[in-house]
């Protein structure tokens, strides 16, 4: 139930049988519908809309003219869709869209601290991960998965049922259509892998012996040759710990395939995305991205 003390503008549309916590702000014709749940902190701005199943964790901010828990886009779609859910303190910017789980046991799913840029689009049943970034337009199909930390870049078009991995980072305007690992880069053009992602790598705080193990991994990967079956038991043999260590675990689950190796010259240094040295600020990121 409501609290008087919600800042709720005269304007705006809250259902009485929707879970408003007291220190929440509602914009003006934003519209909250029942069963919808608004955590601590949170803020509603105008026109954006809140539909039913929706559940927001505390200090999430949603921006103009979001809609956040809309029926899944399907050719069949079902009565009774699941819920979505987001995150503690993540951001979902101007027109974004998010739609609920296709059934009504499960749950499309946001998770903390993420940015989602203006008209970004999470469709049913995705499962992005923390600290995740989508930028201006980006587009997940259903069941996407993102790993944390990973950040798409402007108007990428991530295909049903592909996974992203943690620490990958996608450039504008590719088109994925098979999983990406954890730790690359794509380009932009054709969406396919360049080198690993060293901006995300330092960030994240990751050691120097760490990377030089993912570059170790890398090289296994994509540079030996070795038949899909062989390169999962080399990885497994020879990391068995650290980070390199998810490459095998990714591998051995994916259903759509990889994306390849943008191919080099031979012999070529590993790249690890020279865009930016190790002075870079967090806008350098932003502005490949987008």
């Excluded at 503008?9 to 007291?22: F, N």
């Excluded at 201006?136 to 199909?141: A, E, F, I, S």
């Excluded at 990428?156 to 259509?177: D, E, F, P, T």
């Excluded at 080099?264 to 490949?288: C, F, N, Y």
Aim: charged share 20%; proline share 5%.
């Amino acid at each position: 139930m409501r609290s008087p003390r919600v800042k709720i503008h005269p304007a705006a549309v809250v259902s009485p049988k929707a879970t408003v916590h007291s220190s929440v702000e509602i914009g003006p014709f934003a519209i909250v519908e029942a069963d919808a749940v608004i955590g601590q902190g949170c803020s509603i701005a105008a026109r954006a809309i809140v539909k039913s199943q929706t559940v927001l964790g505390r200090d999430v901010s949603v921006g103009e003219g979001a809609v956040l828990g809309g029926f899944p886009q399907h050719i069949s779609p079902p009565e009774n869709p699941g819920r979505i859910v987001i995150g503690e303190r993540t951001v979902i910017r101007e027109n974004v869209t998010i739609h609920r789980a296709m059934d009504s046991a499960g749950e499309t799913r946001v998770g903390s601290d993420c940015l989602l840029m203006v008209g970004a689009h999470v469709a049913h049943d995705c499962c992005v991960g923390n600290r995740v970034i989508l930028t201006n337009n980006v587009l997940l199909g259903g069941h996407v998965q993102v790993g944390d930390r990973a950040v798409l870049g402007g108007a990428a078009a991530i295909h049903q049922h592909c996974r992203i991995g943690r620490l990958a980072m996608i450039g504008a305007c590719a088109r994925v259509v098979q999983d990406v690992p954890p730790f690359v880069l794509t380009d932009g053009e054709g969406g396919m892998i360049v080198g690993l992602n060293r901006i995300g790598l330092r960030r994240s705080g990751m050691a120097r012996d760490e990377i030089d193990q993912l570059k170790q991994a890398y090289r296994l990967i994509y540079r030996q040759g070795l038949p899909f079956g062989e390169m999962i038991a080399e990885l497994e043999r020879t990391f068995a710990a650290g980070p390199a260590a998810e490459f095998a675990a990714f591998f051995k689950t994916g259903k759509r395939g990889f994306v390849q190796e943008r191919r080099s010259p031979p012999k070529v240094a590993i790249r690890i995305h020279p865009a930016a040295d190790d002075s870079a600020d967090e806008a350098d990121l932003l502005r490949w991205a987008s």
